[in-house]
């Protein structure tokens, strides 16, 4: 009867006796949310037109100068300053998302008068608008300069 008994609680032991959990997974790895999506490529052809433009100091609102931005040609745009005849050529030299990447040859400020200038503009839509960024690179007899200011432009 003890052999009986033994097997007994041997069978009991066995059956409340809890299986070994598996091990856990690691989950050391972080979860990486989706980037947000890239903005689509500004379209040319949606901006192409005639553009009223004001010129502001990045710390300022205080317009600086103002022109008239053709951007009718999609490889090539121009501006014409109101109190000059001369046209200064931009290129574009870059789109990245809906941003248009452009740069001019030396030509006479408007802003610093008398003193050559090249710029380097970002500039996309916001609110039906042109907006964006010029970096001044003002040629002095001493070292040059650089201005960096922000363009909005109204379509004509």
Known sequence: MRLTA??????VFAACSKADAPPATDTGTLAIEAAPPTPAPMSLASVAGTWDVSVRPEDRDTVVTTYVLNTTDSTAWSFVFPNRQDRINMRITERLGDTVVTVTD??????????????????????????????????????????????TGTRK
Request: proline share 2%.
């Open 6 to 11: 033994l097997l007994g609680l041997a069978l």
């Open 106 to 151: 030396e030509f006479q400020s408007n802003v610093r008068k008398g003193i050559p200038v090249r710029t380097e503009s970002r500039i996309w839509m916001e609110n039906g608008q042109l907006v964006g960024r010029t970096t001044a690179r003002y040629k002095t007899t001493a070292a040059d300069s650089v201005v960096t200011l922000r363009l």
